[in-house]
C-alpha cells in the first residue's frame, strides 16, 4: 500500500491538484485540525486559496477514505488521517484538544450494541471527555494556596533618619 499522496489519489481516480496534496500535507502534519487551520496552513505553502476550496477538498477525501472527520459536540469539524482502525478520542473541556485512544476492546466496531435494530454496524464512534493533564496542572496552579505573607518582624523594617 503506497502511502506517497499524489498516488493515493491517483489510485482513487482522483485529480492529483497542489491544493489536494497541500490539504493533505495539513491533515496529515496536524491531526484533528479543523478546516480553518487547515486552510491558514495550506496557504503558507501554496498562496491563495479560498475557505469552500479546502472544503471541497476535505469532503471529496473524507468520501473517499482518505481523511476522517470527526466532530466532538460543541466544537467545529475535526480531520486526520487516521483512517480504518475504528479508534477513539479524548476531548479535553477546557482547552478542547484532543487525541486518540485505542480502541476500547477487540476488533472493529470496538463496541457491541445491546440491539443493533437490524443496522449491519461498521463503526463506532466513542469521545472520552474530560481535562487534559495540562488544563490539570493549570487548574491546581490556579487554586494553589498562595504562601503566607511573612510579617516584617522589628528588625527588618528599616530604620529612618
Given at each position: 500500500?503506497?502511502?506517497?499522496?499524489?498516488?493515493?489519489?491517483?489510485?482513487r481516480g482522483i485529480q492529483v491538484t497542489a491544493q489536494r496534496l497541500a490539504?493533505?500535507?495539513?491533515?496529515?502534519?496536524?491531526?484533528?485540525?479543523?478546516?480553518?487551520?487547515?486552510?491558514?496552513?495550506?496557504?503558507?505553502?501554496?498562496?491563495?486559496?479560498?475557505?469552500?476550496?479546502?472544503?471541497?477538498?476535505?469532503?471529496?477525501?473524507?468520501?473517499?477514505?482518505?481523511?476522517?472527520?470527526?466532530?466532538?459536540?460543541?466544537?467545529?469539524?475535526?480531520?486526520?488521517?487516521?483512517?480504518?482502525?475504528?479508534?477513539?478520542?479524548?476531548?479535553?473541556?477546557?482547552?478542547?484538544?484532543?487525541?486518540?485512544?485505542?480502541?476500547?476492546?477487540?476488533?472493529?466496531?470496538?463496541?457491541?450494541?445491546?440491539?443493533?435494530?437490524?443496522?449491519?454496524?461498521?463503526?463506532?464512534?466513542?469521545?472520552?471527555?474530560?481535562?487534559?493533564?495540562?488544563?490539570?496542572?493549570?487548574?491546581?496552579?490556579?487554586?494553589?494556596?498562595?504562601?503566607?505573607?511573612?510579617?516584617?518582624?522589628?528588625?527588618?523594617?528599616?530604620?529612618?533618619?
Amino acid at each position: 500500500m503506497t502511502t506517497e499522496p499524489s498516488e493515493l489519489l491517483r489510485s482513487r481516480g482522483i485529480q492529483v491538484t497542489a491544493q489536494r496534496l497541500a490539504v493533505m500535507r495539513a491533515v496529515s502534519a496536524h491531526p484533528h485540525v479543523t478546516a480553518d487551520v487547515v486552510a491558514e496552513i495550506v496557504r503558507s505553502e501554496i498562496g491563495a486559496i479560498s475557505l469552500q476550496s479546502v472544503y471541497d477538498a476535505l469532503t471529496l477525501l473524507v468520501a473517499e477514505g482518505l481523511i476522517r472527520r470527526i466532530q466532538p459536540a460543541g466544537s467545529p469539524a475535526r480531520y486526520e488521517d487516521r483512517v480504518g482502525d475504528n479508534h477513539h478520542h479524548l476531548i479535553c473541556r477546557i482547552c478542547g484538544r484532543v487525541v486518540d485512544v485505542e480502541c476500547a476492546v477487540g476488533s472493529a466496531p470496538c463496541l457491541s450494541a445491546a440491539d443493533s435494530r437490524g443496522y449491519e454496524i461498521d463503526e463506532a464512534e466513542v469521545a472520552y471527555w474530560g481535562r487534559c493533564p495540562d488544563c490539570i496542572a493549570q487548574a491546581r496552579t490556579a487554586t494553589a494556596p498562595s504562601p503566607p505573607a511573612r510579617r516584617l518582624a522589628r528588625r527588618d523594617v528599616p530604620e529612618s533618619n
